[in-house]
């Protein structure tokens, strides 16, 4: 593809060609193989990266100065990112934002309120001045946890992390990036990329060494990383969004329990509320995605209606050796 057809291309969907030239120099050196989506995929510390994320990584590890306050939603992708940005954004605002018909997320899609870090303020090269932010600040990323900027690991910031049963991630990633492609490029059989899955040929895979790290690290120094799993949001999304408050210093208070404030939050967040919105319906992000891609079902164990035994029982076997002895089970 030309550079002049690949700059007409929605910005998710852009390649080797916008890169700047010391990230150009660097991912000529990398492990490379064939992406899920467009791009090809390059192997950096350890995680496998579009060229455009790579590019975000290496510039927010140069550039972004932590803060001790600063909030970290992190995830890998499909793991309910979205519901977790809309969730913590609602709660950490809720003295701004109270909830009313003139709630952000009823206008604004959950990435537009909490950014990437590497995808969205430090992507295309771009250096954003984040110094009159208000404190806490809370952004988003996927960076694994080695490869967070060393201001980040030298601060006392905080990270809520959020992971799935891989067999769901696995489902929702195959069908958020079959939806990713134009129409000309065809769809990936579910064949091929669960076999690239399963070798952790990924978008910020292997995904059993990212959750593993941020695991461990919440095993170490449990005040500084909250590890939560979908399945148990789904469960208890009560308790769950309640430990999230108290885990950044804003529990409810008497009032707000009495009020109903953490049922009103939920309710807000839902699935069902998010996915009917028009913003989310028919609105795109700037990169091209459009909103509607990051809604599929919402749920727990769709893989069922997908994978077929011998699928399930290799991911199973290949998350039993990955997990053993961490304590971490699925
Ligand atoms: P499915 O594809 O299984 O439906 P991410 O936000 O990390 O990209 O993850 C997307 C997954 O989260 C999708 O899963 C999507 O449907 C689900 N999801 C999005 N919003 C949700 C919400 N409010 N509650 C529960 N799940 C949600």
Redesign the pocket.
């Known amino acids: 593809m030309s550079s002049t057809t690949t700059s007409l291309l929605p910005r998710y969907l852009q390649q080797e060609e916008i890169l700047a030239q010391k990230c150009k120099t660097l991912i000529s050196s990398l492990p490379k193989e064939n992406g899920w989506v467009a791009s090809n995929l390059y192997k950096y510390q350890g995680f496998w990266n579009t060229p455009r994320q790579l590019q975000g990584i290496m510039t927010c590890q140069e550039h972004f100065e932590a803060r001790d306050s600063d909030v970290f939603l992190v995830?890998t992708?499909?793991?309910?990112?979205?519901?977790l940005k809309?969730i913590m954004f609602t709660l950490m605002n809720r003295m701004q934002y109270p909830i009313t018909q003139e709630h952000p997320l009823l206008s604004k899609n959950p990435h537009d309120l909490v950014p990437f870090l590497e995808i969205k303020l430090y992507v295309d090269n771009q250096i954003p001045d984040l110094s009159s932010l208000n404190s806490p600040r809370l952004f988003a990323t996927h960076i694994p946890f080695f490869s967070l900027p060393k201001s980040v690991h030298d601060s006392s910031c905080k990270f809520v992390y959020l992971c799935r049963n891989p067999k769901?991630i696995f489902?929702?990633l195959w069908?958020?990036t079959n939806k990713l492609r134009l129409q000309e490029m065809g769809t990936n059989s579910l064949e091929e990329t669960f076999d690239m899955f399963c070798r952790g040929v990924t978008i910020y895979g292997p995904y059993w060494d990212h959750v593993l790290d941020y695991w461990k690290e919440s095993m170490e120094n449990p005040h500084k990383v909250l590890f939560l799993k979908?399945e148990d949001m789904?469960e208890c999304p009560i308790d769950n969004l309640r430990s999230i408050a108290e885990f950044l210093g804003c529990p409810f208070s008497n009032e707000e329990e009495e009020s109903g404030m953490v049922e009103q939050i939920l309710k807000l967040?839902?699935?069902d509320t998010?996915?009917n919105l028009e913003i989310n319906r028919a609105g795109k992000l700037s990169s091209g995605e459009e909103n509607k891609a990051?809604?599929?079902?919402?749920?727990v164990g769709?893989w069922k209606n997908h994978l077929p035994t011998e699928m399930v029982e290799k991911l199973d076997h290949i998350t039993e050796q990955k997990f053993s002895g961490s304590g971490l089970e699925f």
Do not use: I, M, N
């Open positions: 995830t992708p499909k793991s309910g990112t979205t519901w809309a769901d489902v929702s069908h958020f979908y789904k967040c839902s699935f998010l996915s990051f809604f599929r079902r919402g749920e769709d």
